[in-house]
């Protein structure tokens, strides 16, 4: 037996748990191909580098730098992925999506369903957003909700290092389409690293904090400030279980439906607006489904219904804050 | 090469199976049987009818909401492409696809889509698929005059050009998209020229014509078998009936729709091929009551299938359990 030379680190950080769950996704299967915007390396590997090394290990003909077309490069996806491609497209940053809206709810979606399931689009789309660095407008958005109103999509949004790899490669895998939803401003936090080939299976949520008193479900980033502000209500006797959904659609329902039972009260946490979010689907299924065993209305904290602003201190007042959730959680209690 | 004897009694066939196809649709529309928004390509025949002798069944075809003929001309079976105009279980997509959304990957018909433009980004990865895995397969991708003006169209002939894909993009320029004229909507007289803005050939022919077009699609297709890259074929045609059914044509001046009917090219043909000895009056009969009998057998089959059940609108959404 050939012994084990070099020990693979302890924690990465999510550019590098992606990076690595495409190429190991790449050397399993030939089937699975990367293209986007400067994603080879004469490009850069990429803007934030998630596709560094790719090209040059896999070549050119699996990994391609594209035009500025993101119509004509995620459609060309959805036709690759019809005839067995793998595609791992990058649309650069969430806004971006806007461009390519067609391609993705009216073809990658319903393909399957319009041809009776003769055909379906085996397709990744990778895209970062996130608030926070003062992009403004046009390059911060969450708009997981967009995607997640349409059927035939699933909806992908780690908020860690290991649930990147696993959810990552669970979506390479996967033979429907997949927004994955990448968080730029905690790219770089690192955490456990993922054992080889770790999948975590998508439409699965993971409670990585178990309570009694309320539930606070979050995703992407707002697992982070969901975690904070448990660490804070602890100190006042407030016991909180924390729900990553890791995949917004489908909903994980089985393991929320358990935790809001058990807790009775529960807080909604995302980046995106408020309105019409993912927040509100899940407070009007747990009102629907769970009336009898909520001891509070469920709350939502979310950010402002605006576009995201520039100067600092807008930027930082349009997002939720930890405060935020903390008051949300007192409210459920208060109404008890 | 030029089109061999039997090769264009061959388009003759599928240019009668396309029209006789396409009278009687109308006439099932028009006597209440047959219930669907139906966009009719009489007249446009000769083009998929030209092009589909010259590919196998191992390349593929997108085509648009009008696109009866692409399909047919390519060997979609007409019982299965009459059971889903139908709405019926056993049509192609089950009849959850309906006109404008044919799919039948056995005939390579991959996507037909009712969204202007949007198939010719998906023909691209088609055309990439083949060319990352070294087959060999062209696509070929048709679409309309209209749709020239529309942001997919550029992007996907620079991609196509710039990863030299073997895409060939057949546009079917029917002068008109919706009611509006192509001078009224579009800045050139002939899309063809668009080619020249991405380094691509672009040639213009009477798609009317069967031996020009099957002439300019040879090329293409010689070109994009050999790695060479795209190529824009421009064939330029008529409706004749309007641009959904319904549709009286008012916008339509009478002496260019005099013109056109004038130069119909189903007839054009057949009187050519016999005039020129390629076949006997009688020889083209045989073909047609063959057809007829096709059709016939097609329209019992789809309106004696069932409905779909209501089950279906749980299915096909995502991958079954367990597949993922
Ligand atoms: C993106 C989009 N815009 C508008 C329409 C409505 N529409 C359907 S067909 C059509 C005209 C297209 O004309 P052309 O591309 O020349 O094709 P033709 O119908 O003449 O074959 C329009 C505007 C549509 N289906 N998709």
Redesign the pocket.
Same mark, same amino acid.
């Given at each position: 037996m050939s012994q084990t030379l070099v020990k693979p680190p302890a924690k990465i950080n999510t550019v590098q748990a992606i990076n690595l769950a495409i190429a190991d996704a790449m050397e399993a299967d030939e089937n699975v191909i990367v293209f986007g915007e400067d994603v080879a390396d004469l490009e850069g590997g990429g803007i934030v580098k998630v596709t560094q090394g790719l090209s040059t290990r896999f070549g050119g003909n699996r990994v391609r730098s594209t035009p500025i077309s993101e119509m004509g490069f995620v459609g060309a996806a959805v036709g690759a992925s019809l005839v067995g491609l793998r595609p791992v497209v990058e649309v650069m940053l969430m806004n971006f999506t806007a461009v390519c809206m067609?391609q993705i709810t009216n073809h990658a979606a319903k393909l399957r369903f319009m041809s009776g399931g003769q055909t379906h689009v085996p397709l990744v789309i990778r895209t970062m957003t996130g608030a926070g660095f003062g992009t403004g407008g046009q390059h911060s958005d969450f708009l997981e909700a967009w995607f997640c109103h349409t059927p035939g999509i699933k909806v992908v949004a780690p908020s860690n290092p290991a649930d990147a790899y696993g959810l990552m490669r669970a979506a390479i895998a996967d033979e429907d389409p997949v927004i994955f939803i990448e968080h730029l401003p905690t790219y770089w936090v690192a955490g456990p690293a993922p054992a080889p080939g770790h999948f975590v299976p998508l439409g699965k949520a993971a409670i990585v904090q178990e309570g009694r008193d309320v539930t606070l479900i979050g995703y992407s980033r707002s697992v982070h400030d969901i975690r904070a502000a448990a660490v804070n209500l602890e100190k006042s006797g407030i016991s909180c279980e924390v729900i990553d959904l890791r995949t917004i659609s489908p909903l994980d329902m089985p393991t929320i439906l358990a935790s809001v039972a058990k807790t009775g009260r529960a807080v909604v946490v995302h980046e995106a607006v408020r309105s019409f979010g993912a927040g509100a689907e899940i407070s009007a299924r747990l009102h629907e489904q769970l009336w009898t065993k909520l001891k509070a209305p469920v709350q939502r904290v979310a950010s402002k219904d605006c576009p995201v602003p520039f100067s600092k201190p807008l930027e930082t007042g349009f997002l939720y804050s930890v405060d935020d959730i903390e008051i949300a959680v007192r409210t459920t209690l208060a109404n008890a | 090469m030029p089109a061999s004897q039997r090769v264009l009694v061959e388009i003759y066939r599928k240019m009668a199976l396309i029209k006789h196809n396409d009278d009687r649709f109308i006439s099932m529309i028009k006597a209440g049987r047959l219930t669907m928004p139906y966009?009719s !390509?009489r007249g446009q025949e000769c083009i998929p009818a030209a092009i589909s002798v010259l590919l196998t069944d191992r390349d593929y075809i997108t085509t648009?909401? $009008?696109g009866v003929h692409d399909m047919l001309a390519k060997g979609v079976p007409p019982k299965l492409l009459w059971a889903e105009l139908a709405g019926r279980a056993t049509g192609t997509c089950k009849g959850k696809g309906g006109p404008m959304h044919i799919t039948h990957p056995e005939s390579g018909c991959m996507v037909t889509t009712?969204?202007?433009? /949007?198939s010719m980004p998906i023909a691209c990865g088609l055309g990439l698929a083949a060319q990352v895995r070294g087959e060999d397969r062209v696509v070929i991708a048709n679409?309309?005059?209209? /749709?020239?003006n529309?942001g997919a169209f550029h992007e996907s002939l620079n991609l196509a050009a710039v990863w030299k894909l073997p895409v060939i993009f057949v546009c079917? @320029? @029917?002068l008109? !998209?919706?009611h509006t004229t192509l001078a009224n909507g579009t800045a050139v007289q002939d899309i063809s020229v668009r080619a020249a803005g991405y380094g691509i050939p672009g040639v213009t022919v009477d798609g009317n014509d069967p031996r020009a077009v099957y002439d300019a699609a040879q090329e293409a297709i010689r070109r994009a078998r050999a790695g060479d890259g795209p190529s824009l074929l421009e064939a330029k045609t008529f $409706?004749f009936n309007g641009?959904v059914f319904g549709d009286a044509g008012e916008y339509i001046p009478k002496d260019q729709y005099a013109a056109a009917v004038a130069n119909d090219p189903y007839p054009r043909f057949r009187d050519a091929l016999i005039a020129e000895d390629v076949a006997t009056s009688a020889e083209l009969d045989e073909i047609d009551a063959l057809i007829e009998t096709e059709i016939n057998e097609a329209v019992t089959f789809a309106m004696d299938s069932p409905f779909p059940e209501l089950s279906e609108l749980g299915i096909d959404i995502y991958a079954p359990v367990g597949q993922a």
């Open positions: 067609d | 966009y !390509a648009i909401y $009008r009712g969204i202007v433009g /949007a679409f309309g005059d209209g /749709a020239s529309i079917q @320029n @029917n008109f !998209a919706e $409706r641009h």
